[in-house]
C-alpha cells in the first residue's frame, strides 16, 4: 500500500480537487464533457497530426452521400476561426437521412498542444424547398447557423490547454487536457472521466460531476433499496456513513460483493453536494471498483479502505473556482 499512495499528486476535475497516485491517469476514451448539453472531446497531439486530422476530416465529409440528393452537399460550408485560433468549423448536415435543414457545427480547434472538438447543433431551412414549411414553422425553418458559430467560438476562446497535474487559478472548470474559464452567464457543465493506472490494471477510479442533477433523497435516506441492490450482488457493507471532508458534505458506502460470474469486487461510493447542486455547489460522485483480491498489485480489503479514506479525504473546493 505504501507504494499505492507513493508519488501522489494534485488533479483538478471540474471545479474540484483530489490527490490521486502519480501513475493513475485519464486514457483518451474514458472520458465524456458537455457543456449546455454540446460535447467536448480532447486529445494531446503533435500540430502535424492536427492538420492531417483536418484534411482527412474534410475529405470525408465531402465524400458522404446523402440518401435525398436534394440534401446534398453533405458539407455545405467551411469557416476558418478567428485571427489567432488556430482551427476551422465544418458546417455540414446532422445526417445523411435527416433534411439538410438540421445542421451541426463541428469545430476543430488547436490550442496548447491539445486538439479540441466541439459540436453544436442549428437550422437552416432558408432554401426554396422550405417555402412552404418556413410559413406554418418559421423558427424551425429559420437560419440558427451564425449565431451558433457565435456561440461556439465564444466557447473556443474560454479554452486552453492544461496538463493534468496544472492547477488553474481562475473561476471555470478542469477536464484533463484542458481548462475552460467561466464566460459570462452559467453554464451547465458536465464532467464524466474514470482513472486507471497500469501498475493496478484491476482498480479504477472514476468521477462524475455536474452543476444542475440535483438529487431529491440523499444517498443514505435510499438505504432500503441500496442493501436491496447489494444482496443481489451477494455482497456486504464494509460501512456507510457522513463524512465532512473540507466543509463539505459528503456520503459514502463502501461494499464488499461479487460479480455474476462470481468474481469477488470491491465497490465504494462518495456523493458530494448530492441534493443541492447547482453553480457553486456541484455535485461530485467518485467510485472506486477493484476485480479479484489476487494477482498482480491487488489491495487487500483493508489496504483498499485505508487508500479510499485517504484519497478522498482530500476533495475540496478548488480556490477561485467561482471567481469570489
Not at 488533479?11 to 493513475?24: E, K, T
Not at 453533405?74 to 446532422?94: A, D, H, S, T
Not at 424547398?129 to 473556443?156: H, S
Not at 435516506?221 to 456513513?241: A, N
Amino acid at each position: 500500500m505504501k507504494t499505492f499512495i507513493q508519488g501522489v499528486s494534485t488533479r483538478c476535475v471540474g471545479r474540484y480537487l483530489i490527490d490521486m497516485p502519480g501513475s493513475f491517469s485519464v486514457e483518451e476514451g474514458n472520458i465524456l464533457a458537455f457543456v449546455n448539453d454540446t460535447p467536448i472531446k480532447t486529445k494531446r497531439i503533435y500540430r502535424p497530426a492536427f492538420e492531417q486530422k483536418l484534411r482527412l476530416r474534410e475529405e470525408k465529409l465531402r465524400s458522404e452521400k446523402t440518401v435525398n440528393p436534394q440534401d446534398m452537399p453533405y458539407l455545405k460550408q467551411i469557416y476558418p476561426l478567428p485571427e489567432g485560433m488556430e482551427g476551422v468549423i465544418f458546417e455540414r448536415n446532422r445526417s445523411i437521412s435527416l433534411p439538410d435543414s438540421s445542421r451541426v457545427l463541428e469545430a476543430h480547434f488547436y490550442i496548447d498542444g491539445v486538439a479540441v472538438e466541439v459540436e453544436l447543433r442549428a437550422r437552416n431551412g432558408l432554401s426554396s424547398r422550405y417555402d412552404d414549411e418556413r410559413k406554418n414553422i418559421p423558427e424551425i425553418y429559420g437560419n440558427t447557423v451564425p449565431e451558433k458559430i457565435a456561440e461556439l467560438t465564444r466557447l473556443l476562446k474560454r479554452i486552453s490547454g492544461r496538463k493534468d497535474t496544472e492547477i488553474p487559478h481562475q473561476a471555470g472548470f478542469c477536464l484533463p487536457d484542458i481548462f475552460i474559464a467561466d464566460g459570462r452567464g452559467e453554464d451547465k457543465e458536465s464532467i464524466d472521466l474514470g482513472y486507471t493506472s497500469p501498475e493496478y490494471p484491476e482498480l479504477t477510479f472514476d468521477f462524475l460531476t455536474d452543476n444542475f442533477n440535483k438529487s431529491d433523497t440523499l444517498m443514505l435516506e435510499r438505504s432500503v433499496e441500496m442493501e436491496r441492490d447489494i444482496k443481489k450482488l451477494k455482497g456486504r457493507t464494509i460501512q456507510k456513513g457522513k463524512r465532512e471532508l473540507n466543509d463539505i458534505y459528503t456520503e459514502e458506502w463502501l461494499v464488499a460483493g461479487k460479480t455474476d460470474s462470481d468474481e469477488k469486487i470491491l465497490r465504494f461510493v462518495l456523493h458530494a453536494n448530492e441534493k443541492k447542486s447547482g453553480s457553486e455547489t456541484p455535485w461530485m460522485y467518485i467510485s472506486f471498483l477493484q476485480r479479484g483480491f489476487s494477482g498482480s498489485n491487488q489491495l487487500s480489503e483493508n489496504e483498499a479502505v485505508s487508500v479510499w479514506e485517504q484519497i478522498t479525504g482530500t476533495l475540496r473546493i478548488r480556490p477561485g473556482a467561482f471567481g469570489k
